[in-house]
């Protein structure tokens, strides 16, 4: 019985310490990239449209350049955009494959 409550305890604080910290304003993780993506893209969406999006570097330049042609999107920073695109790529990638056109 001792075993089997080591072991639940013992994932989750293994869970618990794998989840990123969460930022309080946008609902995204903490990590290097996020004060761009603050900047560039949650001033004019939320952060739960990234969260409920995601995909590879391909999928989240796309939207950046969508934004960008379609929605008003002012140009970025190319050593910006890459942090975005690393941050979104590395924090938001879907599991499965997504297409540029989801």
């Known amino acids: ?8 305890i013992s994932l989750t ?3 618990l310490l794998n ?13 290097e990239g996020l004060g761009e993506v603050k900047e560039h893209c949650t001033v004019c969406h939320t952060g739960r ?5 995601g995909g590879n570097e391909k999928f989240w330049k796309t939207k950046i350049r969508v934004m960008q042609n379609a929605y008003g999107l002012w140009k970025i920073d190319k050593a910006e955009e890459e942090k ?19």
Not at 1 to 7: E, L, R
């Open 1 to 8: 019985m001792y075993k089997k409550i080591a072991i639940v």
């Open 49 to 53: 449209f990234i969260v409920v999006n």
């Open 19 to 31: 989840a990123g910290e969460i930022d309080n304003t946008t609902g995204l993780i903490k990590a």
């Open 84 to 102: 975005m695109i690393n941050y979104l790529t590395k924090n938001y990638a879907k599991k499965k494959q997504v297409s540029v056109n989801e």
């Open 13 to 15: 604080l293994a869970t």
